[in-house]
């Protein structure tokens, strides 16, 4: 069974940082797709960030040029730097990964941005 971890979350003063980071109980390889998706409250999950097997990459409109995802296949971990962080990317940071069909979800991160 394929468990994600997720750490990195918490408070955080706007224009400031967090790298977030989840950790897989598999080797990520043998999973093609790898995200980062955010639900804040009242609102629907979204997708923030993913990135392939191949290093292809897609960002929201709302996070490019400010968060940058990474995977290490070698750690079997994915890591998402946020840089000038805005109120509006309060919400809880689920990792997901995706291949043959199948979904895994890590339980999330809580990050906070006050202005």
């Known amino acids: 069974q394929v468990q994600l971890v997720e750490s990195g979350g918490g408070l955080v003063q706007a224009g400031g940082s967090l790298r977030l980071s989840c950790a897989a109980s598999v080797m990520i390889r043998s999973i093609n797709f790898m995200g980062w998706y955010r639900q804040a409250p009242g609102k629907q999950r979204e997708l923030v960030a993913g990135?392939?097997?191949?290093?292809?990459?897609n960002y929201a409109d709302s996070v490019k040029g400010r968060f940058t995802i990474s995977r290490d296949n070698a750690k079997n971990t994915v890591a998402l730097q946020m840089n000038s962080l805005k109120p509006e990317d309060t919400a809880v940071y689920y990792c997901?990964?995706?291949?043959?069909?199948?979904?895994?979800w890590g339980k999330g991160t809580l990050v906070t941005v006050s202005s």
């Open positions: 997901k990964g995706a291949s043959n069909g199948m979904e895994y």
């Open positions: 990135v392939t097997n191949f290093r292809s990459t």
